[in-house]
């Protein structure tokens, strides 16, 4: 079983930035390949970013490439998502997810263990 708390979340300008944390519990955490999701009112969760287990590999949906930046720390148990040049678009509750069988997927069947999610509002 895994535990994923996210923080960072908040309200920040269009252009401006934010970074999202998302400590896991448990030891196993460097066993997870990671990622990020992220949900508007009333829409289906859309998928943002992926990391492999080592950190290596990243792979990004196209509305955030060359904005966001995931990374990991598996010392810490803990995966990052650096947003630059935020956008009014990118206003959604952000989750962190972990899952045990998948590598770079961008599909949210793919990932067993969900955040409670934190919000990012971007105003324009």
């Known amino acids: 079983q895994v535990q994923l708390v996210e923080s960072g979340g908040g309200l920040v300008q269009a252009g401006g930035s934010l970074r999202l944390s998302c400590t896991a519990s448990g030891r196993t955490f460097s066993t997870y390949p990671m990622g990020w999701f992220r949900q508007e009112p009333g829409k289906e969760r859309d998928f943002v970013a992926t990391?492999?287990?080592?950190?290596?590999?990243?792979y990004y949906s196209e509305s955030v490439t060359g904005r966001f930046t995931i990374s990991r720390d598996n010392a810490k148990n803990t995966v990052y998502l650096q947003m630059n040049s935020l956008k009014p678009e990118d206003t959604a509750v952000y989750y962190c997810?972990?899952?045990?069988?998948?590598?770079?997927?961008?599909?949210?069947?793919?990932?067993?263990?969900w955040g409670q999610g934190t919000q990012v509002s971007v105003s324009s």
């Open positions: 990391i492999s287990k080592s950190g290596h590999a990243t």
């Open positions: 997810v972990a899952g045990s069988t998948t590598y770079l997927n961008a599909r949210s069947s793919a990932y067993e263990y």
